[in-house]
């Protein structure tokens, strides 16, 4: 009996720490535009586009980087992603960063030639929707 007790204990345990801590972060963005919204990992492993949850993985290594260091705080990094669709280019991401907070997203659409910046914050209640940092 004791060991049923804790095995269900233990599961409860489970899933109570699945619910509170499975939650995934975000650094959230919006277009103005559009009104889309850009929810990208703060490891830049993937970037999610809403409403359609559109996934686009990005590689580990940025195809470009580059930094701006005024040498008054923290150098500003800028990386690009290049987006591959069947091997052809549809797309680049470039990410603008200072130490660990991404600031803002801008998105070619190469096949529209169309630029989309993602810089727009969001209110409190969509970022406790989104879980946004």
Known sequence: MKKVSRIILLCLFFIF??????????????????????????????????????????????????????????????????VFYKKKSIGIYKVEIQGYIIYSVTYLDVRKNKIYYFDSELDETEKEKFNCL
């Open 17 to 82: 720490s699945m619910n509170c801590f499975g939650r995934e972060e975000f650094f959230c963005f919006r277009n103005i535009e559009t009104d889309k919204i850009l929810l990208v990992k703060p490891d830049l492993s993937y970037i999610l586009h809403y409403p359609s949850k559109y996934k686009v993985n990005l590689s580990k290594k940025p195809s470009n980087i580059e930094i701006i260091d005024d040498f008054e705080g923290k150098p500003e990094y800028f990386k690009t992603y290049n």
